[in-house]
């Protein structure tokens, strides 16, 4: 049968990602606590094709992930991506795999534990030398307005408020590294179980460190500078006000080292 | 050209309901400040196709919206029906329209006005009799938890909460009167323009108006059983609950008269 | 400290369903090649709540799901709702679960395998008699227009298209078996790998089989009929038009005994 | 009352933007045929906040939103944020507008036209120069495969593409004109409303020029390249696969000059 793909094409410009997405696949990510833990992960793959092929192969990228029986993490995308250059024939080639990472957290009065889901997403491009590589995280934290509660009588109003890190690293980090990180830096992290004792303990702690989404983004990024392996961050801090049925956002973008 | 839809199916079943989906149009809706005014509009349209044929006339539903000049009320989606049902040979015809309806609100304390958006949804049915009509529409509110208030020292935790009201009448009522009735079912309302002195008004009296989500479905349910058109609704109200990442939610259905 | 739900309401009206929402957990569910396989589902629970009570114990909820570790099939979630009905002390409990369910299927030429995800929807509610359980699930498939076909010289349009299922039964069927019958009612099922000769088996195949969203919901409807176990059902095609930017739908509903 | 947000910060870093985000209005644009359309837009706003203030005024952007009384286009975007500079007393402030764009098409035999809706998004940023513009837009396309088309003994699979560009200018140019580039890059422009004659042409022209997504991104580089005014763009072309429940892409971006 003709090869179409690898014929050359009527318009000879190279092209920088050709790929598939939203592949969904149950898969294993590297956990600190038991190892590992099973997910479910949406990935896209992709290739630079040069300037002389018409198409890239797409059933390759999915026979390379169908064969990637490892589990997730910085040495396991590296090799996924140089089994999708072999196979393609490729100078570039790049994965992103978007998954729910679940953690055990303990409620902060009683100790009772439940489970906590973050979605991450971890972004690899390989070419011919380092593998560039991106933690993406979104972390939900609790904000009390310190407007609202300096002005009123009583009470403040208080919102759910996601803050979603991206970043770059020079060597190894945990996961649960960035989510300490983001939950230390609202007025309180959020949990999936409370008994009464917990909800009187995180409201009450909450009103006691109440912080704008600018306070949110400041704290997130003087943590990430300090990180020993971060060398590029971006934050996005966004609440879901409920005073208003819009958000509140700020952002911040640093190069580290 | 052979007209295949026109023809006996292979298999011969009557269909309850086919056609088109999510076609998105400029429209005009009645508007009870100014008369009238323009949205944007999400339509889904269909017809009953008996056992005999194998296909509807797609393009016929796209025909019908296209020459609709008229603003959405009631009895405008009744032509439209009407003249779909013409046009397709049908014993019945649906259309659902999903659109943005926009107010004008005042501050509660400066009194100075802002526009808020509000998701309504019109679907109609006409068979032979009279028209279906059901009227659905999302009311955001503030709610903070009287159990949070109850137990802590100082605060209680708020949020977000969007009051999802699906409504059947027996004559007419304006959005409005639903939008008040949903608006005054929470701890507070909330808005799109706030001045300090209006944080701290609506701050205050979220707080001296605790409610859960049972509350709030419970003032919505009694209102509109007294509202003097209503002759069935559900009401669903959830909270976008700040000390956790799930939310929670109240249900309330009821045939009135 | 006070217990503020157990309290008298306000507004005595009881509540048809009152809970929490989309809860993210691993979980197992039964599988019919491997016995079982691992997933990621979201989670919505409720219970009944009399006029007599303010409100309900929201993280009973939580506590209910997070001590649930059987797999998710009919028996498993019957007996989380007998333990939610008990800790809220309810008349009535319920439970949706959402999760994609795995398979390895093998190309229609080549034979070669691969995982296919399919989103799956399990409802369970349980009063005082036996449990009402509701199967989901949605199944995309290929369609080729035989109008299109028909008037053209060459060449016909296709598109992908979602066959979404809702199924009461009153024996076990495995989702497998739902899965066959969509696969079977559209021009040809959809693969996640083909090899060049499965991706001319699929064209021809599919050309061989036009059918429009008319004849795909007409296919799966005279099966579920015929399904010894399925008592009432509702089909909804949509097919996501290549030559349109809308989409083509059709739906039926039936008791079948 | 107190005015929390222009006190010190606990941490002195600069932040980037800080503003509002999803605020729905109803709002005019610029328009080639007709002068202007009416539309419903999604607006963010932010501004830089420098290290030594705790919080911006979130309720000044809402102000100015509702005060820009001008039809959307290069120079009101300007005096919008020129505006919020002011109010702000910013060093740099950015806008960012999501709004259907909608056009009358005539179908290409049968000439009757109906309208098609495509989603557009214009971004702003002003600090002391010349204003960075941006603009987005999703434009459907219709493809068929080139490589199932060669290899099959009938038929070629086809599905809606997705052509996402994102374009940054020297002068000023249409809507259209990006429309008009990326629908004449696939296989064929979709339509709303097809009677027979036009189906039958859509078809046939679409089976004698197939096209890969590689050929559709290059097709619209190329044409953005040769336009008088571009000056970057990336390109980001989707399709929805009919013979999978994954989809394939491809993307280019330059610097033109």
Request: aromatic share 8%.
């Amino acid at each position: 049968m003709e090869d179409v793909q690898s014929g050359a094409p009527q318009v000879a410009v190279s092209i920088d990602k050709v790929g598939v997405r939203h592949l969904r696949v149950p898969l294993w990510v590297r956990d600190r606590t038991n190892g590992r833990q099973q997910t479910v992960a949406t990935v896209d793959m992709g290739v630079e094709l040069p300037s002389a092929f018409k198409g890239t192969h797409m059933s390759r990228f999915v026979a390379a992930l169908d064969t990637w029986n490892e589990e997730i993490d910085y040495y396991s995308i590296k090799s996924l991506l140089q089994d999708v250059k072999k196979r393609l024939e490729a100078r570039k080639a790049c994965v992103v795999i978007r998954f729910p990472y679940f953690i055990r957290k303990p409620a902060p009065a009683s100790g009772i534990t439940s489970t906590v889901a973050y979605q991450c997403c971890l972004t690899g491009e390989l070419g011919e030398g380092k593998m560039e590589f991106l933690l993406e995280l979104d972390v939900p934290v609790m904000t009390v307005c310190p407007c609202s509660k300096a002005i009123s009588n009583e009470g403040a109003h208080s919102q759910r408020t996601m803050v979603h890190l991206a970043v770059r690293m020079s060597g190894f980090a945990w996961i649960e590294e960035f989510i300490t990180i983001a939950e230390s830096s609202g007025s309180s992290p959020v949990y999936s179980l409370l008994k009464r004792e917990d909800e009187k303990y995180v409201t009450e702690d909450a009103f006691a460190h109440p912080c704008f989404v600018e306070d949110v983004v400041r704290n997130v990024a003087v943590q990430l500078q300090e990180h020993k392996h971060v060398t590029w961050f971006t934050i996005e801090v966004e609440s879901m006000e409920s005073i208003h049925n819009h958000n509140a956002f700020a952002c911040i973008e640093r190069t580290v080292r």
